[in-house]
């Protein structure tokens, strides 16, 4: 597995940010995938998922209403577009495999300033 993550940035309190994830090293139109993040001194969580033929979508419920992932199997992409950011979103993202996440990527720092 290999996921490349990106659209990270600084961005101010209710602004919002598009994720973009492209995957390689599996067949990825058979698998569901998900975003993660990360804060410090935290554990990694799943933020969002998304089933391979993009039928069935869950999220975290700190997220929901806020952020919506979708996918483009011929792109072999993902993406989490993220809407009214709070301060408490703060964390790095990462993409990975819904289920049995192997290698991770770098992921991108995503600031959400007060």
């Known amino acids: 597995v290999q996921v490349t993550e990106s659209g990270g940035g600084l961005v101010q309190a209710g602004g919002s940010l598009r994720l973009s994830c492209t995957a390689s090293?599996?067949?990825?139109?058979?698998?569901?995938m998900a975003w993660y993040r990360q804060a410090p001194g935290k554990e990694r969580e799943m933020v969002a998922s998304?089933?391979?033929?993009?039928?069935?979508?869950d999220w975290t419920p700190s997220v929901e209403g806020r952020f919506f992932i979708s996918r483009d199997n011929t792109k072999r992409a993902v993406y989490l577009q993220m809407t009214s950011l709070k301060p408490e979103d703060t964390a790095r993202y990462y993409c990975n495999t819904q289920y049995d996440p192997e290698s991770w990527g770098l992921g991108t720092q995503v600031t959400v300033s007060s």
């Open positions: 090293g599996f067949t990825f139109h058979t698998r569901g």
């Open positions: 998304i089933s391979s033929d993009s039928g069935v979508i």
